[in-house]
């Protein structure tokens, strides 16, 4: 509830009606005064972060479990159960790339971008040496665009170096990267199933869900991992192949229970979107590799 003074001035600043009561009756808009402290600021970001509460708070623990119940809910007209889906959503993605782009991931640091001195002395050694092999060859044959611009990240970076910034660079990037996917992940959703009993707006809410307790469970993961250091967060880790399962698993429950059709049918529809989406995900993942790789 706000507690802003009320404008003496009756009249809406938003669309000009007559305001008899703290809110405009038209628009909507508080009639208060527009200049506001400190303390209200501080005061009114509280009170919006806790009323984020029952509908985003409430949300969380079924993004970790059960993304399927909140898509459920939504779809049979409780609107107001839970955080709007884009918006729960959106407000997930900023989080996750706030974490992203905070934490270096310094187990793949040390290994891919500091390395041994050893190793630095012979990468070193071995660029000199191709540098002189492709400086002849350039007499001979002109490189393309591909290959220049590799060589130029070669005069400043060793291969294990550019590796790991493309590597560093896309993890960053996750949530930007999921984003692209989500709408081609609902269409083949939406191929799948009965375009009469399922909406390509249903299926979307089922996916707006789905993507956001993947980017959840990634993003806890890896706060907890550099807080405590518990496990080494290499993309082909133990741990890494855990949290890929893990999150397959919940994907393959939640496609269960939203759909609720028999075994059978589920099974072979998941093997159809499946195959769909890895070709999807090859396909935005080579060119969103090109893109990292022509700004690193």
């Given at each position: 509830?706000?507690?802003?003074?009320?404008?003496?001035?009756?009249?809406?600043?938003?669309?000009?009606?007559?305001?008899?009561?703290?809110?405009?009756?038209?628009?909507?808009?508080?009639?208060?005064?527009?200049?506001?402290?400190?303390?209200?600021?501080?005061?009114?970001?509280?009170?919006?972060?806790?009323?984020?509460?029952?509908?985003?708070?409430?949300?969380?623990?079924?993004?970790?479990?059960?993304?399927?119940?909140?898509?459920?809910?939504?779809?049979?007209?409780?609107?107001?159960?839970?955080?709007?889906?884009?918006?729960?959503?959106?407000?997930?993605?900023?989080?996750?790339?706030?974490?992203?782009?905070?934490?270096?991931?310094?187990?793949?640091?040390?290994?891919?971008?500091?390395?041994?001195?050893?190793?630095?002395?012979?990468?070193?050694?071995?660029?000199?040496?191709?540098?002189?092999?492709?400086?002849?060859?350039?007499?001979?044959?002109?490189?393309?665009?591909?290959d220049e611009k590799f060589n130029k990240l070669e005069?400043?970076?060793?291969?294990?170096?550019?590796?790991?910034?493309?590597?560093?660079?896309?993890?960053?990037?996750?949530?930007?990267?999921?984003?692209?996917?989500?709408?081609?992940?609902?269409?083949?959703?939406?191929?799948?199933?009965?375009?009469?009993?399922?909406?390509?707006?249903?299926?979307?809410?089922?996916?707006?869900?789905?993507?956001?307790?993947?980017?959840?469970?990634?993003?806890?993961?890896?706060?907890?991992?550099?807080?405590?250091?518990?496990?080494?967060?290499?993309?082909?880790?133990?741990?890494?192949?855990?949290?890929?399962?893990?999150?397959?698993?919940?994907?393959?429950?939640?496609?269960?229970?939203?759909?609720?059709?028999?075994?059978?049918?589920?099974?072979?529809?998941?093997?159809?979107?499946?195959?769909?989406?890895?070709?999807?995900?090859?396909?935005?993942?080579?060119?969103?590799?090109?893109?990292?790789?022509?700004?690193?």
């Open positions: 509830m706000s507690h802003g003074k009320l404008r003496e001035d009756s009249t809406c600043q938003n669309c000009g009606d007559s305001v008899l009561v703290r809110f405009c009756p038209s628009c909507g808009q508080e009639n208060t005064e527009t200049k506001k402290s400190f303390h209200y600021l501080f005061t009114h970001f509280l009170e919006d972060l806790i009323h984020y509460d029952s509908s985003f708070w409430k949300a969380l623990k079924y993004l970790l479990i059960q993304p399927e119940k909140l898509s459920l809910t939504y779809l049979s007209g409780k609107r107001q159960a839970f955080m709007a889906p884009v918006r729960l959503f959106i407000f997930i993605n900023i989080i996750s790339f706030i974490i992203f782009n905070s934490f270096t991931f310094k187990e793949i640091e040390n290994k891919y971008l500091k390395g041994t001195q050893s190793e630095l002395i012979i990468e070193t050694k071995n660029k000199e040496s191709k540098k002189i092999t492709k400086n002849s060859a350039k007499q001979e044959v002109n490189v393309n665009y591909l005069e400043k970076y060793t291969p294990t170096q550019i590796m790991f910034q493309a590597l560093h660079k896309g993890l960053q990037n996750l949530p930007k990267w999921l984003f692209l996917i989500m709408p081609f992940f609902a269409f083949t959703l939406w191929l799948t199933h009965n375009k009469k009993k399922w909406w390509y707006f249903d299926h979307g809410i089922f996916t707006f869900h789905y993507f956001a307790s993947f980017l959840l469970i990634s993003s806890l993961t890896t706060l907890l991992n550099q807080i405590f250091g518990l496990f080494g967060y290499e993309i082909h880790g133990y741990f890494g192949i855990f949290i890929f399962l893990f999150l397959n698993v919940i994907f393959i429950k939640a496609y269960f229970l939203f759909y609720k059709e028999s075994w059978m049918k589920s099974i072979l529809k998941l093997f159809v979107i499946y195959f769909l989406n890895t070709l999807i995900f090859v396909s935005t993942f080579i060119l969103f590799f090109l893109y990292i790789f022509y700004t690193i």
